[in-house]
């Protein structure tokens, strides 16, 4: 049952407009605001269709923010700014391709078709990406990333923790923040853990290292630790 129904048959007329200029704002000065009360069906408070295929379903243009989306709670999860910078607070997944020029996300990133960011990337939580990622700015991950297909990244990396299980990249500076930085392992060969230059010459002769710890002294000589421990025995 429909309770209003308006149209127009023109396609130069607007079948309704709504405007408000109220004599002074304030936080609840709403145009229009729709409720939907509760019920067991599985309708929405707002249902907009567009049968034409040339044309927008929605279109909306403000100074402020394009739109924001709450939970019931009132805690806002999704807001679109004017300049088109898209920010969710929780989990973001994505099933098709993804491309952004400024995007942040506080949770998870989950996409599993193509990933493409022209800008500066930065993830302070998980990001998992199960097809091809190529990132045009800079790339920081904060949290653990697992990397299932080829990563390209053409500016700055910093990586706290990551793990890729395919190609890795990289066009410009590469920067690991654990303590050792695990690279190789191609054809079955074994990564060479690289822990960093001393600045001495010689092996380390204090701390603790481990077994395949490689380490460049102040000479730019490589040493490789043969037998764990403190120091342990190095080539």
């Not at 023109?10 to 405007?19: G, I, K, N």
């Not at 379903?57 to 807001?79: E, P």
């Not at 010459?201 to 421990?229: E, F, I, M, N, Q």
Request: with cysteine.
């Amino acid at each position: 049952m429909t309770e209003l129904d308006i149209r127009s048959r023109s396609a130069e007329l607007t079948a309704l407009t709504v405007r408000h200029t109220p004599d002074s704002g304030g936080t609840d000065c709403h145009t229009v605001s729709v409720t939907q009360g509760a019920t067991s069906g599985r309708g929405a408070a707002l249902h907009v269709t567009a049968d034409n295929t040339a044309s927008t379903a929605v279109i909306v243009r403000g100074g402020g923010a394009l739109l924001r989306l709450y939970n019931a709670a009132g805690t806002q999860r999704l807001s679109v700014a004017a300049d088109g910078t898209v920010t969710v607070t929780g989990s973001l997944t994505v099933s098709g391709a993804l491309t952004a020029a400024s995007q942040s996300v506080s949770g998870n990133l989950t996409v599993t078709g193509t990933l493409g960011v022209s800008g500066a990337a930065t993830l302070s939580s998980t990001l998992g990406v199960t097809g091809a990622a190529t990132l045009n700015g800079a790339l920081t991950v904060a949290g653990t990333a697992t990397l299932n297909g080829a990563v390209t990244v053409a500016g700055y990396t910093t990586l706290a923790g990551a793990q890729a299980n395919s190609d890795f990249v990289v066009f410009g500076s590469l920067s690991a923040l654990g303590p050792v930085a695990t690279l190789g392992a191609k054809n079955g060969l074994t990564g060479v853990k690289l822990c960093g230059q001393k600045e001495t010459a010689g092996a380390p002769t204090t701390g603790t290292w481990d077994t395949g710890d490689v380490v460049l002294d102040s000479a730019g000589v490589w040493h490789r630790c043969l037998t764990g421990g403190t120091p342990g025995t190095w080539s």
